[in-house]
């Protein structure tokens, strides 16, 4: 058992590992990821596109299609529905950010996409498709080829994935050789190049470490090497940032990126944090009890939110500048979801609930309308005149 070496600390090789290969990832971004950026800088393309399809904000043709998703668990207290009539899509090369408070779904969700949950305490209902391929209801034995493979998750807590009692080296060279018939010799290769490609230096010494040999910035980027050393072409990264402090965080958050381009993959993000959605996201879906309830490029969703949750979300992000300190926390509790309340789930604390004629709000559950009449950007609320309530009201508190 070493003493870290000075290296095992976040600063300043996590830093300069993904910017020393900026030039390299720009010149071998894969196809996909090429396409995006193109069609990013064509917003003409883009808008028209989005008005053929209300899950899909972007457009492209989806790698990972999402629709009319249920999770359920039948407890001891009764039936939990922890996800309700989810539907989204992404495309290869493309972040959609899933945004929430805890309790909301999010990973629950994620998880149903993984197809980790327990079968036997898990109803799942609707459907999963990747890269065209129906994921709901099929057999454990073909989604673990899947899982890994063309799909992996990264955790907050990279311990959850990486065993304390093999080194680092060997869990790599084992999560490849699960997918792939190739000799010790050549997976080794392969476990130094994605050690190399995550920032970890001096990749032979690391290869032999074990995980509490790293620091907390590092064993990150050694699960992510784990994660995506079969390429994945989806990649669900659960809160992978959480648990580090905010300049490793932004760190990892430049490697996701910066992998995102090397490889072309679909990334679905789970976040509270508003900050890493702005950081990462092309695509923002917000949860709330188990329900999308807005939905829409990054640009619509943050620049022009129409949801009174997202609002508030928005309304209780700390802000840097103590001069315009806005932390603003959402007033109250999420509902449970052993016994959802009829109507909006948000009722009991929107504040805007008044503005809406009668008992809708308590007794009809806001269908998910697009936003403008048209279009991809949609959200799940009663309110007429959210555009001007939003100009009027929550923009200029936004600052
Ligand atoms: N196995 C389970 N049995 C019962 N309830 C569960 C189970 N797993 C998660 N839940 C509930 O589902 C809800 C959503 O959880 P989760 O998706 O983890 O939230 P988050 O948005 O914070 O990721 C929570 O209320 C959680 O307690
Ligand atoms: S439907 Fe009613 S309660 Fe729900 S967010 Fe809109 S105004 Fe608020
Ligand atoms: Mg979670």
Same mark, same amino acid.
């Given at each position: ?121 898990t109803r799942i209902t609707g459907s999963i498709r990747l890269g065209g391929d129906e994921l709901v209801g099929l057999p454990e034995n073909d989604l673990m ?157 943050? =620049? #022009?939110? !129409?949801?009174?949750?997202?609002? +508030? %979300?928005?309304? @209780?992000?700390?802000?840097?500048? &103590? =001069? #315009?300190? !806005?932390?603003?926390?959402?007033? +109250? %509790?999420?509902? @449970?979801?052993?016994?959802?309340? &009829? ?57």
């Open positions: 058992m070493s003493t870290p070496a000075p290296e095992d600390r976040p600063a300043p090789q996590d830093r300069l590992a993904p910017e020393d290969r900026k030039d390299t990832m720009a010149e071998s971004a894969a196809t996909p990821a090429a396409a995006t950026t193109d069609a990013k800088r064509g917003p003409s393309i883009a808008t028209r596109e989005r008005r053929e399809s209300s899950i899909n904000p972007s457009g492209e043709t989806p790698y990972l299609v999402v629709e009319d998703l249920a999770v359920k668990f039948p407890t001891a207290d009764g039936l939990v529905s922890a996800v309700n009539g989810l539907s989204y899509s992404v495309p290869l090369g493309r972040t959609l950010a899933i945004v929430g408070e805890s309790g909301s779904g999010k990973s629950v969700s994620s998880m149903a996409v993984m197809g980790l949950h327990d079968r036997k305490r080829k899947i899982r890994g493979d063309a799909m992996a998750m990264v955790f907050q807590d990279p311990q959850s994935s990486l065993h304390p009692l093999y080194t680092i080296g060997n869990q790599i060279v084992e999560a490849y050789r699960v997918h792939h018939k190739v000799s010790k010799d050549a997976a080794k290769k392969r476990a130094l190049e994605m050690l190399d490609l995550v920032g970890i230096p001096n990749p032979q010494r690391r290869f032999g470490q074990y995980p509490h040999e790293f620091s907390g910035g590092m064993r990150q980027r050694a699960m992510i090497a784990m994660s995506l050393v079969n390429d994945p072409k989806l990649v669900i990264a659960d809160e992978p940032t959480t648990a580090l402090d905010v300049t490793v965080q932004a760190q990892i958050l430049d490697l996701l990126n910066n992998l995102q381009k090397e490889f072309g993959s679909a990334i679905v993000m789970i976040t509270h944090d508003l900050g890493v959605v702005a950081e990462m996201a092309d695509d923002v879906l917000v949860m709330y009890a188990g329900r999308c309830v807005e939905y829409g490029t990054a640009e619509d969703v943050l =620049a #022009n939110p !129409r949801m009174p949750y997202t609002w +508030g %979300l928005l309304e @209780s992000i700390p802000t840097v500048s &103590a =001069a #315009n300190e !806005r932390l603003r926390p959402i007033k +109250g %509790l999420p509902p @449970s979801l052993l016994d959802l309340p &009829a109507g909006c789930s948000f009722r009991p604390r929107c504040p805007y609930v008044d503005r809406v004629k009668g008992e809708l709000c308590s007794i009809e559950l806001p269908e998910l309308m697009p936003v403008d009449g048209a279009g991809a950007h949609t959200s799940r609320c009663h309110l007429h005149d959210k555009a001007s309530i939003y100009a009027a009201e929550v923009a200029p508190r936004l600052g």
